[in-house]
């Protein structure tokens, strides 16, 4: 079965560089999630996108921008790369009328900022 | 804001028993969560309990659900080596998002 799939899988930036991160959903899923999971920390909501449109925003930096395209592929737009920024970030989709399942996760992109 | 905790760390034989621990403060909560991380690795889903239950039972997963108490639990049987990951509760809030308690880092012991 399809997975959600992101890329790159690794990822290594300069401080003050840009990155962007892609997540593609599992086809028919209309909403993805992104996260970010720290070194030794649970994972925090970035942001969340339904049928193209913002649909709600956690603890993302003004510097992370992120949008979800017309093939329902987001990217995470992250600018003025911070050494903090590094971590593990995760990209999830679900279906809005499936109300019991739990989001599948993609294997996550390893940014490390040096 | 929502709030989701775990014990940090436990420490099991293989073959026993093993109970996670999870509270939450989320009174709108609509479905749990237990995802199992690997290190280095991604979010597993391991199984989810509806919020009108108070036990369901996947395998060797067994989930218990105190709502009044806000305590959610995972019990796994016959604990493998295989088993040692990071264990994550969330709780799926009003707004779809999942927010997701600090990880119980269990360690299985042959």
């Known amino acids: 079965a399809a997975g959600v799939i992101q890329s790159p899988r690794h990822l290594i930036k300069e401080k003050r560089e840009t990155a962007t991160l892609k997540c593609y959903p599992i086809?028919?899923?209309?909403?993805v999630y992104w996260y970010q999971q720290g070194p030794g920390q649970d994972p925090q909501f970035l942001i969340s996108?339904?049928?193209?449109?913002?649909?709600d925003k956690g603890s993302i930096p003004d510097r992370f921008s992120a949008q979800q395209f017309s093939d329902y592929h987001s990217e995470l737009n992250m600018s003025s790369l911070e050494l903090g920024d590094s971590a593990l970030y995760f990209c999830?989709?679900?279906?809005?009328?499936?109300?019991?399942?739990?989001?599948?996760f993609g294997s996550g992109t390893r940014l490390t900022v040096v | 804001g929502e709030d989701v905790e775990q014990s940090l760390f436990l420490s099991v034989r293989e073959g026993d028993s093993s109970v996670i621990n999870c509270t939450y403060t989320?009174?709108?909560?609509?479905?749990l969560y237990w995802y199992k991380q690997e290190p280095g690795a991604g979010l597993q889903l391991l199984t989810y309990?509806?919020?009108?239950?108070d036990m369901k039972q996947d395998q060797r997963l067994t989930v218990l659900l105190n709502k009044k108490d806000k305590h959610l639990s995972l019990r796994i049987a016959d604990t493998q080596t295989g088993d040692s990951a990071i264990y994550f509760c969330a709780d799926r809030t009003g707004f779809q998002k999942l927010v997701f308690g600090t990880g119980t880092r269990l360690l299985v012991s042959p």
């Open positions: 086809p028919r899923h209309d909403t």
């Open positions: 989320d009174s709108s909560s609509t479905y």
């Open positions: 996108f339904y049928e193209k449109m913002q649909s």
């Open positions: 309990i509806f919020s009108n239950m």
């Open positions: 999830a989709s679900s279906w809005q009328d499936s109300s019991n399942y739990g989001y599948t």
